[in-house]
């Protein structure tokens, strides 16, 4: 057991260590030369140009941390690739008889490859006569054996109940994807092709930085041991690493936590907050840096302690906030990747200090097959 964890307290911290390499692993075989150019190549797809050209509309299915790729995944594809997208929780998308129409493409996103939902939706949109893409990490497994196409993410075997690397190369999965579909629809120059590939390529360096910062999280993390409710906001895609910042906290160290899009607060979450609520307010999104302080303001004269996770540019922040910490500047579609670092990291430390058995907490499984 030790000898596996190569000299780290859990699975969880090493995993999370290995989220450079993960990404390295998920993009690089992807990426090649043609002709002097830069190309992204998924030979899984399967899929001429004219047919990626054809899609109309995608589904994405999943469950848990997946799904939360999945959340991302929307605002990524529909940004560069103009493609509506749709996501589900699979246990969901079942029983609502979804609507599938000619031309739209399921993707169902697991790590194990064995979550049942997301196996069974997988089922149903093929047995409608639909194309299914796995995103998946476990090669073998009954998603990826089953789907029609299977984009594998290189994360190697995860242990720790709580993803971490599996959910990184989902998103560095989801970026190539709709990458590539921006490309071939002509939605993109090449110098904007050009640019994304080396904020894609600089994403190891940036997280392998930001896991470096681990003390400071650990030590901010040790003040709130005792919190009752921590909540996460923001907007776009930072909502949707909110909600996978609060899942993390919420499945290991067992502090109730809730996630919430930020101009939604008023609509109830504010009644919430007392004297001294943390709430992590994650602001990378430079066109919603105002909308983000004035929220921050409105909690904050409600007596709550904030945490920013934000830009390196966004300085104005820290007047509003108690706290800030900054990831590196990196495309607005990518920054998923990086601020969700701090927020493992201060899961992860909240669940050491609280004594919690953070590799296998209670009435978890790593893989649920049960519907
Ligand atoms: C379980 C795990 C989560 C995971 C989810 C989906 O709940 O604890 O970490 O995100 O299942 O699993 P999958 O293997 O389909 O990604």
Not at 40 to 56: C, Q, S, V, Y
Not at 160 to 175: D, W
Not at 289 to 310: D, L, P
């Amino acid at each position: 057991d030790a000898a596996e964890k190569a000299g780290y307290e859990h699975f969880m911290l090493k995993e999370m260590y290995e989220q450079p390499r993960t990404i390295v692993d998920t993009i690089s075989p992807r990426v090649r030369d043609r002709n002097g150019e830069r190309e992204i190549h998924i030979e899984e797809l399967n899929m001429t140009d004219d047919e990626l050209r054809a899609i109309k509309k995608i589904h994405i299915v999943a469950c848990g941390s997946a799904y939360h790729a999945g959340v991302t995944g929307k605002y990524v594809l529909e940004g560069l690739a103009r493609i509506p997208v749709e996501v589900d929780l699979a246990s969901e998308f079942r029983y609502r008889n979804p609507l599938l129409e000619e031309g739209c493409m399921v993707i169902v996103i697991s790590q194990s490859g064995e979550t049942a939902d997301t196996l069974a939706a997988l089922r149903e949109s093929r047995e409608k006569g639909f194309q299914v893409l796995g995103i998946v990490n476990v090669v073998g497994s009954s998603i990826a054996r089953e789907a029609d196409a299977c984009l594998y993410t290189w994360a190697g075997p995860e242990i720790a109940v709580a993803t971490t690397k599996a959910y990184s190369a989902q998103l560095a999965a989801l970026y190539l994807l709709a990458m590539k579909l921006a490309k071939v629809r002509g939605l993109m120059s090449d110098r904007e092709f050009t640019a994304l590939l080396a904020d894609l390529k600089c994403l190891p360096d940036q997280i392998e930085l930001l896991l470096g910062q681990k003390q400071k999280i650990q030590r901010f993390a040790n003040r709130y041991l005792g919190a009752r409710d921590i909540f996460f906001i923001g907007r776009g895609i930072d909502y949707a690493i909110s909600l996978e910042g609060s899942l993390k906290l919420k499945e290991i160290s067992y502090v109730h936590s809730e996630a919430y899009a930020a101009g939604e607060l008023k609509h109830g979450t504010i009644s919430l907050i007392e004297d001294g609520t943390l709430v992590v307010a994650v602001s990378t999104q430079p066109e919603l840096y105002q909308k983000m302080i004035s929220n921050i303001v409105e909690v904050k004269a409600r007596g709550a302690f904030v945490m920013a996770v934000t830009n390196e540019e966004n300085k104005a922040v820290e007047k509003a906030s108690d706290y800030v910490v900054y990831i590196p500047q990196t495309n607005p579609y990518f920054t998923n990747s990086l601020a969700i670092i701090p927020l493992q990291l201060f899961a992860y430390y909240v669940a050491v200090g609280r004594g919690c058995d953070v590799d296998k907490p209670r009435n978890l499984a790593k893989s649920v097959t049960v519907e």
